[in-house]
Nanobody, 132 residues
């Protein structure tokens, strides 16, 4: 079973940067990993997704050009680089995946972004605060 752990959050000023990491116990080249965030009083929303199977990367419009998702060479860690941060980026950031759903290709990531897929493996989250 996948066990996911996020790290890298913190307090930054507007315009600053952070790099979040998601490490997995049994991540393989067949998995996709998605990043979500939840602002105070708001619903959780998908931010980005990467497919280790086909290399595709997807982003929601609000973060395109500012956030970058990538995996390491061993496909055991997924990073989310946050740049040009805005106060509205504040929230708890989670990574998530699945051991049972597939094939986890670009279409799988698109379904996650479109709220058509339920992911059953989640980390505990890491807090990002963007404030002056």
């Amino acid at each position: 079973q996948l066990q996911l752990v996020e790290s890298g959050g913190g307090l930054v000023q507007p315009g600053g940067s952070l790099r979040l990491s998601c490490t997995a116990s049994t991540l393989t080249s067949d998995h996709a990993i998605a990043w979500f965030r939840q602002a105070p009083g708001k619903e959780r929303e998908a931010v980005s997704c990467i497919s280790n199977r086909d290399g595709s990367k997807l982003y929601v419009d609000s973060v395109k050009g500012r956030f970058t998702i990538a995996s390491d060479n061993a496909k055991t860690t997924v990073f989310l680089q946050l740049s040009s941060l805005k106060p509205e980026d504040t929230g708890i950031y989670y990574c998530a995946g699945s051991d049972s759903l597939g094939p986890q290709t670009q279409s799988f990531c698109a379904a996650i972004i479109s709220k058509l897929v339920f992911l059953d493996r989640w980390g505990q989250g890491t807090q990002v605060i963007v404030s002056s």
